[in-house]
């Protein structure tokens, strides 16, 4: 199967292209190498690739010549720096998002798997003791800046407790990313009706391993902690360290993403259904930061009590659908996971570089 991997230079989607390929399929890539994630080095794709943005339409219909399925990775990610970054969040995913699936509908390829997240969940799922299930609103700055930092029950403000999400919980974003991430989810939906496409949804976790990018706005937690304990200082914990999640290894997200290729074809035209993908087992932030410490050999974490609004305090949701549906197992289990991790080059990681032109493509095909 030949499988378009936009995004596929980044840390996520280079694990797919390195997956696909050992799996005998043929991944071709396009990436536009945001500086936002690769820094003024970027490394090439180990595929041929196209230096490309997803908005540029004409670039992508020359990538989608002779593909079979798209693996759709390109994004900006993260929380960003503040809000001014909010029209780049919009263009890069959405926008993008868009000018891929119009090109698709036009090239007649059908199927695509979507980089989705478990964001667009917000808060997740809690339950109160008197009240069963509740959905607490955004913490209020004033309750963060004075280290109150769980989220109370609505009606009584007892302590709730976190529990896992499953997909159909109610949508909720609580930041500009979280709200492009779901707005992808339904741009895809919209177009596998009209085209009678086929999309699978992945709404990953946190996502760790090998290649992940240093430290910017825009990484995940893992990778800071991991900058941190690479210049020889301390990871800084924000809040109280007690934030639950779901760190899943990235090998174990690009196999989640090359069944949901392969099993793209057995299902029903026109639908769009999306699978959490975790490893099924949370961990506070906390304990990650200590296991990255121990594991590296650096200085302990330290809690610091600073908080970022957009955040939420617990989000871990059930994989169950795509373990029974799709066969998935994740493999990488936490300490393993973690000690190669703080032993492993974060990016830039030179490749060679197997940059092609559209027409080159074509004709490799
Ligand atoms: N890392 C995680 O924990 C995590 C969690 C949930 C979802 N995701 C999703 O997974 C996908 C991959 O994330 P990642 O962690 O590998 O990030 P990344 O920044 O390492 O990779 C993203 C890649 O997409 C490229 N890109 C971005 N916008 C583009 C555009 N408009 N045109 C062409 N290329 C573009 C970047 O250059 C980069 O190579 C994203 O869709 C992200 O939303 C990641
Ligand atoms: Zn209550």
């Not at 693996?71 to 900006?76: G, K």
């Not at 902690?225 to 109280?240: C, K």
């Not at 659908?321 to 197992?329: I, V, Y």
């Amino acid at each position: 199967m030949r499988v378009l991997v936009t995004g596929g230079a980044g840390f996520i989607g280079s694990h797919i292209v390195a997956a696909l390929s050992a799996r005998g399929h043929e991944p071709v890539v396009l990436d536009a190498l945001l500086p936002s994630a690769h820094g003024a080095a970027p490394t090439p794709p180990a595929a041929p690739w196209i230096h490309a943005d997803v908005r540029d339409a004409d670039a992508v219909a020359g990538a989608l010549r002779g593909v079979d399925a798209v693996c759709h990775q390109a994004a900006m990610v993260g929380l960003g720096k503040d809000f001014a970054d909010a029209p780049g969040y919009v263009a890069c995913n959405d926008l993008g998002t868009a000018t891929l699936l119009a090109a698709m509908a036009e090239a007649g390829v059908r199927h695509l798997v979507l980089a989705g997240s478990m964001v667009v969940y917000g808060e997740g799922r809690y339950d109160c003791g008197r009240h069963g299930r509740v959905a607490p609103g955004p913490r209020a700055a004033a309750d963060l800046a004075a280290g109150r930092f769980e989220p109370l029950c609505p009606s009584c403000g007892e302590r709730l407790a976190p529990g896992l999400v499953g997909e159909d919980a109610p949508a909720d974003p609580r930041n500009v990313y979280a709200a492009t991430k779901l707005a992808q989810e339904h741009l895809a939906a919209a177009w596998a009706r009209a085209v009678d496409g086929r999309v699978v949804g992945l709404r990953y976790h946190n996502v760790y391993g090998p290649g992940m990018p240093r430290d910017t706005p825009y990484a995940g937690v893992a990778s800071f902690f991991r900058s941190s304990l690479a210049r020889g200082q301390a990871p800084r914990v924000f809040e109280d360290g007690g934030q639950r999640r779901d760190f899943v290894h990235v090998r174990d997200v690009a196999a989640a993403n090359v069944l949901a290729l392969t099993a793209l074809a057995e299902r029903a035209p026109g639908g769009f259904r999306a699978f959490n993908t975790g490893s099924g087992t949370p961990h506070t932030i906390g304990e990650m930061a200590t296991a990255l410490a121990a594991a590296y050999g650096g200085p302990a974490p330290v809690v610091t009590g600073e908080y970022r609004l957009g955040d939420v305090r617990h989000i871990t949701a059930s994989s169950e659908r795509l373990r029974t549906e799709l066969g998935w197992r994740p493999e990488v289990e936490f300490a393993a996971g973690v000690a190669e991790f703080a032993r492993a080059a974060q990016r830039p990681v030179p490749v060679p570089d197997q940059r092609a032109t559209p027409a080159a493509l074509a004709a490799g095909k």
